[in-house]
């Protein structure tokens, strides 16, 4: 009954096992048959010792990196929640007269999409709250994926070894707002139907190949009767098919180069500070998974979005009054309704520059944010790997840079509900829309120079506070009369992370000549990358850190001015910078 596991390990250990299940195994005793599994799957798949070398593996205990995984959860119940509809949903457009529970649509002309989205939140048995529930979770997923991309850009996270892996969140992104665009579309609602009369419009403003690209997507003549059917496969299949894959590549990546940590003692690019995979991080990962999902559920059952009901079904001409698209298309929105109408004609064609311009704009912006990391290594020169992050004030341009895309999406989305800020706030919508058309230039270039002059005064706080400490709020009187205040010295670990990040300096293309007199060539790329270089670690973008002379030398200041007795309650605990 006590059969022990055969002593060899690995593959050979694992035979052993497996020829001793009919009665005895590795030195005559029985083996276990949950033992026996174990050797048979480990001799076959190596689950021993992968198991063994990635179930210890260390993950900070950090809250911001909570905001990966609300991504990742929020994406496991789309997937749930999309499944359980898609058993419900009919993705066709053939028109049918609705006679069903909500009465004030009896009689109405609509489509089977329609019909059927119709259904599921009436007659199907929670299907309202699935809805509910897989709406929100679109709108926290791509919420998500966007404060986690910005905590990364921050924090310098996508450097060097790293950069293959913000292309997957980029992309996640991006196919992310896609994926929310064709699913609002589904229903075949009014609002949902302005959105796809939007996107055509858009689609048709591009020279020569935009009304073939048009009748090609819509079968046709605008909405066609395709239209539904073929987002319908691109939604459930195409799209969550190659997130999925983004997914899985993302999360290996992450457990290939180690997780990044914030800076402190001990925490070094080659080891990581914090809780083991098994069994700390598991129970927690898994306990924040219902809470996230517990949290959409309670949202999408007292939370009304999307009342397909209250719009009706799209009828080709009517427009919504106050048509909102969710959240993360205002920015794409916003471009288009503040952009005076320009038109030109060439050679027979209409070029519509006042949706054309806008709808370019809103790829090539994402798209700076796509090689950022690649932009960023080629002006710093830096080939190093990076696993500590960086502090924002530490380096002032990024988070500046970080700022003014934010404030930039942030007057875009004012521009994308124009209407809706108006009626509220009882505006003028003529001077909201100058107001945009202004702010799109200003805002950013002031978010930029405030942003940068807050690190700066940040950056020469904390070089005050590790040479002169911490203010304690005591007032003492010196033998000679004068009052000061008391400062208490910083503790080492606290020092180490004041003090600990580099200051790279700027790429310099050198003398003109050589030392034979010779004159250099230097190519404009040279001459680009040191200017890129001046403006992002310039002596205007960081401030000195303190040497451990000037340490010293205010220590010995202190303990000249009589804070020697002051500073012996934090002895133990202070060190050098």
Not at 203 to 220: A, E, K, N, R
Not at 305 to 310: E, H, L, M, Q, R
Not at 439 to 464: E, N
Request: charged residues 15%; hydrophobic residues 45%; proline residues 7%.
């Amino acid at each position: 009954m006590g059969g022990a596991r055969p002593e060899s390990g690995g593959a050979a250990g694992a035979e052993s096992g497996v020829e001793g299940r009919g009665g005895s195994g590795g030195r005559g005793g029985t083996v276990p048959r949950g033992e026996w599994l174990a050797d048979w799957a480990d001799g076959r798949l190596g689950l021993y010792g992968l198991a063994r070398a990635n179930m210890r593996k260390a993950f900070p205990d950090h809250p911001s990196f909570l905001l990966g995984e609300i991504c990742l959860y929020s994406f496991v119940v789309l997937i749930l929640t999309g499944v359980y509809l898609t058993l419900f949903f009919e993705p066709s457009m053939a028109e049918v007269v609705y006679d069903g529970s909500y009465e004030p649509l009896n009689g109405v002309l609509m489509t089977r999409a329609f019909e059927s989205t119709l259904d599921i939140s009436f007659d199907v048995r929670g299907g309202l709250l699935i809805r509910q529930i897989h709406h929100w979770a679109a709108l926290v997923f791509v919420t998500g994926m966007l404060v986690h991309m910005m905590r990364v850009f921050f924090t310098g996270a996508y450097r060097k070894p790293r950069e293959i892996n913000w292309l997957f969140g980029w992309t996640l992104l991006f196919l992310g707002i896609i994926t929310g665009l064709t699913g609002y579309s589904l229903p075949d609602d009014m609002l949902s139907g302005t959105g796809v009369r939007f996107a055509q419009g858009a689609i048709l403003s591009i020279p020569i190949v935009g009304t073939y690209l048009s009748f090609f997507l819509f079968g046709g003549e605008f909405p066609g009767h395709d239209i539904i059917s073929r987002f319908f496969p691109i939604h459930v299949l195409l799209l969550p098919g190659i997130m999925l894959g983004l997914v899985a590549a993302h999360l290996i990546l992450i457990v290939h180069h180690k997780h990044t940590q914030y800076p402190g003692p001990g925490k070094k690019r080659e080891s990581v500070v914090g809780m083991p995979f098994l069994p700390v991080y598991l129970a927690k990962a898994g306990g924040f998974f219902f809470l996230v999902f517990g949290v959409l559920t309670l949202m999408g059952g007292i939370a009304q979005i999307n009342p397909v009901w209250a719009f009706g079904p799209y009828r080709p001409d009517l427009v919504t009054t106050g048509a909102q698209p969710d959240w993360y298309l205002g920015f794409s929105e916003g471009l288009i309704r503040v952009m005076p109408g320009w038109e030109i004609n060439l050679w027979g064609h209409t070029l519509v520059l006042g949706v054309f311009i806008p709808f370019s704009l809103f790829p090539l912006i994402l798209l700076a944010i796509g090689v950022h990391p690649f932009v960023e290594a080629w002006i710093t020169g830096d080939r190093r790997e990076h696993h500590l992050l960086d502090r924002p004030r530490n380096a002032p341009v990024r988070t500046a840079l970080g700022a003014a895309w934010l404030t930039l999406y942030a007057v875009l989305l004012i521009g994308g509900g124009n209407d809706i800020v108006a009626t509220h706030l009882h505006l003028s919508i003529n001077s909201i829309t100058w107001f945009v058309r202004i702010a799109f230039f200003v805002a950013p270039v002031l978010a930029f120079y405030v942003t940068k002059r807050v690190c700066l005064a940040l950056q020469h706080r904390d070089r005050d506070k590790v040479l002169h400490g911490r203010e304690t709020g005591t007032i003492t009187r010196l033998p000679h009369g004068e009052f000061i205040e008391v400062h208490e010295p910083l503790p080492r670990a606290e020092l180490y992370a004041l003090t600990q990040h580099e200051q790279p300096q700027p790429y310099e293309i050198g003398p003109p000549a050589d030392a034979g007199g010779v004159r250099r060539r230097v190519r404009v790329s040279q001459r680009v990358r040191a200017r890129l270089a001046r403006g992002m670690f310039g002596p205007d973008t960081q401030v000195p850190k303190p040497t451990p002379e000037e340490y010293a030398e205010q220590r010995a200041a202190r303990a000249g001015h009589g804070e020697g007795a002051a500073e012996v309650v934090g002895e133990r605990g202070s060190g050098g910078s």
